[in-house]
């Protein structure tokens, strides 16, 4: 009995002994997923990865192992949280983008702030469909189009142009808006604003690359809408192309992607509206080949799909150049300017279809008979002083324009 007493102790012992060393073993493996706090992203702020896989706040103290900032980023229960609306980099005011009869949300001036500064960074936010990161093999912008989803538009339900948070915050963390991000990058001979902090640009001179024409651009409440920033893939059209189910990270990300941002006309960004490039191209003929070119980038870096009619009319402008690159964030935008806006608008005409016909051996767009028929096959808009197809048409309104989309 004595000796069963012994024996039941001993094996009481060598199974304590037993537990704390596995005790020990589970301590280890949690102190190897210590991470020095200054690794860390602050509580309630995204970090917007740049390329090589740091953060945009640098790596002052050390990269996160991968397999650790994969931990970090897991929920309760294992659900993968999204790690800061992290998308393949690339890049209106307004879009012109509205419903209902009200007025354009997109077509609201760019309100100028005093000192170029912006709101505060993104929250964190819950799981969605965001697109995955990384880059792309894919050279050109026709080998691009094909990798893209064909599917129909769906409703614009729930969208709102202020989820999208432009000019909200500052994802290259310099300290100013995207609007001035944007025009001190496309802008020539541009004039700063003292005491911005080398944000806001007060005067500059746009190669337009929508219309091939020059314009003086001068801060102020009369004249900063005559250059508006274009979101190239429309916001609201990337709300029924795939963006309803992104993350409040990946939204704002894309609201303020450079590589979809391009300072224009302003004029001809509000009549673009929220048009993709079935109802809507470049009146520059020689543009439109990278302006298709960039809204395929975006869609393919943010995973949004085209319909057949957008997908067709892609097709036919890259029909005239079939190698054209797929643009990047630092892809110099070509404009071969053919001369400057004029500052004052042209003195009206009477309304009615005007006599003056353009000669055979113009290189213009087809006489399509209707204007209805001319949007359907993506031309137009025409300009009354510098457009020879304006004549094909009848000018109801007597605005000077013919084949302008609603």
């Not at 432009?166 to 001190?184: K, S």
């Not at 190239?232 to 939204?251: E, F, H, P």
């Not at 395929?296 to 690159?325: D, F």
Request: include cysteine.
């Amino acid at each position: 009995m004595g000796s069963r007493d012994e024996g039941g102790r001993g094996r009481l012992r060598a199974a304590r002994l037993s537990a704390a060393g596995l005790s020990l073993v589970l301590l280890g493996g949690c102190a190897a997923l210590e991470v020095p706090p200054e690794d860390l992203p602050a509580s309630g702020t995204a970090t917007t990865p740049t390329s090589g896989g740091s953060t945009s706040d640098g790596e002052a103290g050390g990269r996160v192992p991968d397999d650790v900032a994969t931990s970090l980023s897991t929920g309760a229960g294992g659900a993968d949280m999204d790690p800061g609306g992290t998308v393949p980099g690339g890049s209106a005011t307004p879009d012109a983008e509205g419903s209902g009869g009200a007025a354009p949300d997109d077509a609201t001036p760019d309100a100028e702030s005093p000192d170029g500064s912006v709101g505060t960074d993104v929250p964190m936010d819950e799981p969605s469909d965001d697109p995955t990161t990384g880059g792309t093999s894919t050279t050109t912008a026709a080998a691009a189009l094909g990798e893209l989803k064909v599917k129909g538009r769906a409703p614009k339900t729930g969208y709102d142009r202020d989820a999208f948070r432009y000019r909200a915050v500052d994802l290259d963390r310099n300290g100013c808006d995207t609007r001035n991000d944007i025009l001190r990058r496309d802008l020539t001979d541009v004039t700063l604003k003292p005491g911005t902090h080398g944000c806001v640009v007060e005067s500059g001179v746009l190669a337009d690359p929508y219309s091939a024409l020059r314009i003086d651009f001068t801060r102020g409440t009369a004249t900063s809408n005559d250059v508006q920033i274009d979101h190239v893939v429309a916001l609201s059209d990337a709300w029924q192309k795939g963006a309803q189910r992104w993350s409040q990270d990946t939204l704002a990300q894309f609201g303020n992607d450079p590589l979809n941002l391009l300072a224009v006309d302003g004029p001809l960004n509000q009549l673009k509206s929220d048009g993709d490039a079935a109802t809507w191209l470049p009146p520059s003929k020689q543009f439109r080949c990278q302006y298709v070119a960039r809204q395929i980038a975006v869609k393919h870096a943010y995973g949004l799909w085209v319909t057949a009619a957008e997908k067709a009319a892609m097709e036919r402008v890259l029909g005239s150049c079939a190698n054209e690159p797929l643009p990047t964030d630092d892809s110099v935008v070509r404009v071969v300017v053919l001369g400057d806006k004029p500052t004052e608008k042209p003195a009206d005409k009477p309304a009615g279809k005007p006599t003056q016909k353009p000669s055979a051996k113009d290189d213009l767009d087809p006489d399509y008979g209707t204007c209805k028929e001319a949007i359907r096959h993506g031309a137009g808009p025409y300009y009354r002083d510098r457009d020879p197809e304006y004549y094909f048409y009848r000018d109801g309104d007597g605005d000077g324009i013919t084949c302008e989309r609603p």
